[in-house]
C-alpha cells in the first residue's frame, strides 16, 4: 500500500521502496550531501483531534523539508519511519502517506521507502537527504551583518493556540489555524540565500530561540527590530482575536518554518528584521530604546 | 550531551550533530550510495526489562547495520531520533547513546547526528547510510542458485522466549539471551559476498519469511536442506532447555541477522542451506522426503 503512495521515479534513486534499503546514485553533479532526521510525536507536536491524518503527514515532512532548506540545499529524497497504534488502520496511514507525498512533491523530493512498526502511540520520522554546492551553516554570522528573514513568525503559534481554545473555526483565526496545520518549507528562499548568507538557520522553536542559536553560533549578539516583528497584519489580526500581544508570539512562537539568515547583502524573497553585532544574547529595538530579551522558546504543549 | 557521545569523525562527514543537518561529502569513491531507516519501539521490539539501556542502544543501530550488511553495502553514517518518555533520563540515554556508539563503531560507521522528542514511548529510529559498487538486491536468484546462509538463525528467539519465561540466568541458555540482547550485523560477510551473489536479504523476521522474500521477488521456489538448519549445537542446547524444536526456531526465529544470499557459487563465510529451483513456495527436504512450508514469521511479543 505504500509502494502506491510513494514514489522511487526522481532522478538518482536507483531502488526505491520494498528492498532492505534504497539504492542511491552516489555520483550526483552537486558536492554536497545534506541530511537531516525529524520526529512528529503525538501529543508532542501535534494532536489528533487538532489536525486531518492528511495534515499530520504533511507537516512532518515539511519539519524535516525545511532543515534543508535552512541548508541552503534542495531536497531529493526521504525515508519515513512510521510507529502506528492499533487504532490507526490502513485508511488512516494511507491518508498520512499521502499527506508526505504531496509534501514532498512540493518540496521538489520524494519519499523513496521506510519502515512500519506498531506501538502505543503515534509518530513519524522523516529522514531527508538534500544536495547543494555550499552548505550554510548555522556558525558565520558577523558583526555588521543584517538578520533577514523569509516567510512568517507567530502565526502558527496563534494557530495551535485557537485549537487548543476550540476556536478553530473563528473566521479571524483560520489563517493562522492553516498556518499551524500545512506549514511549507522554504525551499526556492534557502536556494536563493545559499550563495551569499553568512548563516542560516529554520524557524522551529521561535525566532528568539533559533535566531539565539544563530548569535551564540556566531559569537554575535542579535538586536531585532520592533516594528519589522510586527509588520504582519494577519499575525496582529490573530492575535487580537486571542487577547495576544503580536509581538510576543511573534518572539516565541514556532511551527512556522520561517528562515533566517545573516548576510551583509539583500537576499530576494528576504525582509531585514534587525542586525548582528559585537556582543553576546538577544535584545528588540523600539521606539522606546533597545531591551535584552530571553531565547525561550515555544512549548509545544504547555504542560 | 549527545555530541559527546556521537562523533562527526569520519571519512566524508564534514558537518555532524550540531546544526540543522549534517553535510557530507557527495564525491566519494563509490558508485553507489544505499539508504535504509528502521525503527525499535519499546513493547514490540523489545522491552525495557529484558536488556540494559545500551544494549537497546547497540541492538537498534545494529537492526538497521544488518539491512546495509545485507545490500553488500559498508557503512557510512547514522542519525538516530530518540523518543523518550519523561522517566528516561540523561543518564539513561547516554547509556543508550553509547551503546548506539559502540554499536556504530563496531560496523565501521558513526553516528553524525539525530533528534530528540519527548512521548509516551521509548523509540529509537536509525537511519544509515552505507557505500557500495554494487547494491545486492532482492530479486535476481535464479533456479539452480544454491541458498547460503552467514550467521546463525534461531538462537535470537530461544532467548527472547527465556527472558520472557523468567530464565534469563539458566546457563544453559546464557548464548541465546546474549544473541537477542546484543546480536551483529555481519558487514564483513556482506560485502564478502557482494561481488558474486544474485540476491540477498537480512534475517530480521525468521528464516522462512525472509527466505520467502528472497524467493518470490526472484521467482524462484526455496528448498531448505532440514540437515543443515538443525547443524547448531548451541541452537539444539538452547532449544531442549526450553522444551522447543530447533527446527521451528531456525525456520521462524527473528532477531539473528544472518544474511542468506542466492549464488551459484560458495562464498566465504557462507554455509550451504538450500537451493532455489523452478516453481513457487517453501519446502523442507530430510531424511523422510520434502514437504511443504509456511512462511509465517517471528511474532515479535506474542500477543
Known amino acids: 500500500m505504500l509502494a502506491r503512495a510513494f514514489t522511487s521515479r526522481v532522478a538518482g534513486v536507483k531502488v526505491g521502496i520494498g528492498d532492505d534499503a534504497a539504492v542511491l546514485d552516489g555520483s550526483r553533479e552537486r558536492s554536497h550531501i545534506v541530511w537531516t532526521i525529524d520526529e512528529q510525536v503525538d ?3 501535534f494532536r489528533r483531534d487538532f489536525v486531518s491524518w492528511r495534515s ?16 541552503g540545499a534542495e531536497p531529493w529524497c526521504a525515508l519515513c519511519a512510521l510507529v502506528l497504534p492499533d487504532d490507526v488502520g490502513d485508511a488512516e496511514l494511507e491518508e498520512i502517506a499521502r499527506g508526505q507525498s504531496e509534501a514532498a512533491a512540493r518540496a521538489g523530493a520524494a519519499v523513496v521507502g521506510g519502515n ?20 550554510v551553516l548555522r556558525s558565520g554570522a558577523r558583526a555588521g551583518d543584517t538578520l533577514w528573514m ?35 518549507a522554504l525551499v526556492a528562499e534557502g536556494l536563493a540565500m545559499s ?21 551564540e553560533a556566531g559569537g554575535v549578539r542579535v538586536v ?3 516594528d519589522a516583528l510586527r509588520a504582519d497584519d494577519s499575525l496582529i489580526q490573530a492575535a487580537a482575536a486571542l487577547g495576544e500581544d503580536p509581538l510576543v508570539l511573534a518572539l516565541h512562537g514556532g511551527e512556522d518554518y520561517a528562515l533566517v539568515v545573516a ?23 523600539g521606539a522606546h530604546g533597545e531591551r535584552a530579551i530571553e531565547p525561550r522558546g515555544f512549548d509545544h504543549f504547555e504542560r
Chains 1, 2 share one sequence.
Open 150 to 184: 523569509a516567510g512568517r513568525v507567530g502565526l502558527a503559534a496563534a494557530g495551535l493556540r485557537a485549537l487548543d481554545l476550540g476556536r478553530g473555526d473563528d473566521p479571524r483565526l483560520l489563517e493562522a489555524v492553516a498556518a499551524w496545520r500545512t506549514p511549507e
Open 116 to 135: 512500519l512498526a506498531r506501538g502505543r502511540s503515534l509518530s513519524i520520522a522523516t529522514t531527508l537527504l538534500g544536495t547543494c554546492d555550499r552548505a
Open 43 to 45: 501529543g508532542a507536536h
Open 263 to 285: 548576510s551583509p547583502q539583500p537576499i530576494h524573497g528576504f525582509r531585514p528584521i534587525g542586525q548582528l553585532v559585537e556582543g553576546r544574547g538577544l535584545s528588540l529595538r
Open 195 to 215: 550563495p551569499v548568507a553568512h548563516a542560516a538557520i529554520d524557524v522551529s522553536d521561535g525566532l528568539a530561540r533559533d535566531a539565539g542559536h544563530l548569535g
Open 224 to 226: 531585532f527590530e520592533e
Open 56 to 71: 499530520i503527514g504533511w507537516r512532518s515532512f515539511m519539519a524535516a523539508a525545511s532543515d534543508v532548506a535552512a541548508m
